[in-house]
């Protein structure tokens, strides 16, 4: 028997409880992971309060990522005591997630978990990190550097935001970051950000072309943020385009893309390509300093995952919630 957060739907409604769950009822798959962490997304959030549909089958364990070690494997590329990290794949979606005491996993899913984090810092990273490693990642494949000029982080004292302003400031980019939550700037400036705006300079209706402000921008939010931030980005500048917590719509012009040369840059982080994980948990190794990853990060035990989910979506959390699992 292990511990699970458990998503039911039935005639009775929707809810999400603490369950004993026996070995048998794990899903099928190549590998076993006994889970030492995992965390609360954004998408977490949604899938355990049920604002939205997110869990695609029922019943089902959330957890969109875990960090932890191998415990059986028919897998050829992992072995008992390896230890795996997992982001993504649907897994919390469609197939039992991460907010439980064990896993059964695809093996091709998981990747080496990085000999520079323990499974805690791993899952304080979590996807929110390695979201913000690969909007970095795109920055600098388009070609932007420091020198060219700020780069704007939306959503900024969210999970990917924290993650990419300290990303950014210490590669040497000079950072903006936006928030609706000015009460937050002194944790935002300790994480490396120049200036803090405040959100409501970029969530209403703007002009289809604006003044030019930006190299370039991590964009957690969508709608109205993300348009307005394409309208002020400098000529050649890119936008990485990651998050939806704005809204899903995209209300702009085609104006920043034919007039200023401006690349907007999708960023998935669910079905990305392995070499492009491995990459990036590299990078995230060198890159992430740790004691800014304290700064971000509490934790919290398994039975305080379900009214944490409830807190994030309104707007309580500040950076990174890591559920320590065993």
């Given at each position: 028997?292990?511990?699970?957060?458990?998503?039911?739907?039935?005639?009775?409604?929707?809810?999400?409880?603490?369950?004993?769950?026996?070995?048998?009822?794990?899903?099928?798959?190549?590998?076993?992971?006994?889970?030492?962490?995992?965390?609360?997304?954004?998408?977490?959030?949604?899938?355990?309060?049920?604002?939205?549909?997110?869990?695609?089958?029922?019943?089902?364990?959330?957890?969109?990522?875990?960090?932890?070690?191998?415990?059986?494997?028919?897998?050829?590329?992992?072995?008992?005591?390896?230890?795996?990290?997992?982001?993504?794949?649907?897994?919390?979606?469609?197939?039992?997630?991460?907010?439980?005491?064990k896993a059964r996993l695809n093996g091709d899913w998981l990747v080496p978990l990085p000999a520079a984090f323990t499974p805690e810092q791993a899952m304080a990273i979590g996807t929110a990190g390695y979201t913000s490693?690969?909007?970095?990642?795109?920055?600098?494949?388009?070609?932007?550097?420091?020198?060219?000029?700020?780069?704007?982080?939306?959503?900024?004292?969210?999970?990917?935001?924290?993650?990419?302003?300290?990303?950014?400031?210490?590669?040497?980019?000079?950072?903006?970051?936006?928030?609706?939550?000015?009460?937050?700037?002194?944790?935002?400036?300790?994480?490396?950000?120049?200036?803090?705006?405040?959100?409501?300079?970029?969530?209403?209706?703007?002009?289809?072309?604006?003044?030019?402000?930006?190299?370039?921008?991590?964009?957690?939010?969508?709608?109205?943020?993300?348009?307005?931030?394409?309208?002020?980005?400098?000529?050649?500048?890119?936008?990485?385009?990651?998050?939806?917590?704005?809204?899903?719509?995209?209300?702009?012009?085609?104006?920043?893309?034919?007039?200023?040369?401006?690349?907007?840059?999708?960023?998935?982080?669910?079905?990305?390509?392995?070499?492009?994980?491995?990459?990036?948990?590299?990078?995230?190794?060198?890159?992430?300093?740790?004691?800014?990853?304290?700064?971000?990060?509490?934790?919290?035990?398994?039975?305080?995952?379900?009214?944490?989910?409830?807190?994030l979506l309104d707007g309580q959390v500040r950076g990174r919630v890591v559920v320590r699992v065993s």
């Open positions: 028997m292990f511990k699970a957060i458990l998503i039911e739907k039935d005639e009775q409604g929707y809810r999400a409880a603490l369950k004993d769950i026996d070995d048998a009822q794990l899903p099928e798959g190549n590998v076993t992971v006994k889970v030492a962490a995992s965390t609360l997304n954004y998408k977490d959030g949604l899938a355990v309060t049920g604002k939205s549909p997110v869990v695609r089958k029922f019943p089902m364990v959330p957890g969109i990522d875990l960090a932890g070690t191998v415990e059986s494997s028919s897998h050829p590329d992992w072995q008992p005591g390896d230890r795996v990290v997992l982001n993504g794949w649907g897994v919390g979606e469609t197939q039992w997630g991460g907010l439980a005491e490693m690969l909007c970095v990642l795109a920055l600098e494949r388009h070609g932007v550097k420091p020198e060219h000029g700020e780069i704007v982080v939306t959503g900024a004292a969210g999970g990917v935001g924290s993650v990419a302003v300290a990303l950014l400031a210490k590669l040497g980019y000079t950072v903006a970051a936006v928030t609706g939550r000015l009460a937050e700037a002194d944790y935002l400036k300790s994480l490396g950000a120049a200036t803090v705006l405040e959100r409501s300079e970029f969530n209403q209706p703007g002009k289809p072309l604006a003044k030019e402000r930006w190299a370039g921008a991590v964009d957690t939010v969508g709608s109205h943020t993300l348009a307005n931030v394409c309208a002020q980005t400098k000529y050649g500048g890119v936008v990485t385009a990651c998050g939806l917590a704005g809204g899903m719509d995209f209300p702009a012009s085609v104006a920043p893309f034919i007039l200023r040369g401006v690349t907007l840059a999708g960023i998935d982080s669910v079905m990305r390509p392995k070499p492009d994980r491995l990459e990036a948990w590299r990078r995230l190794a060198t890159d992430l300093d740790l004691a800014k990853l304290g700064l971000i990060t509490r934790e919290i035990t398994l039975a305080e995952a379900i009214p944490a989910a409830q807190q």
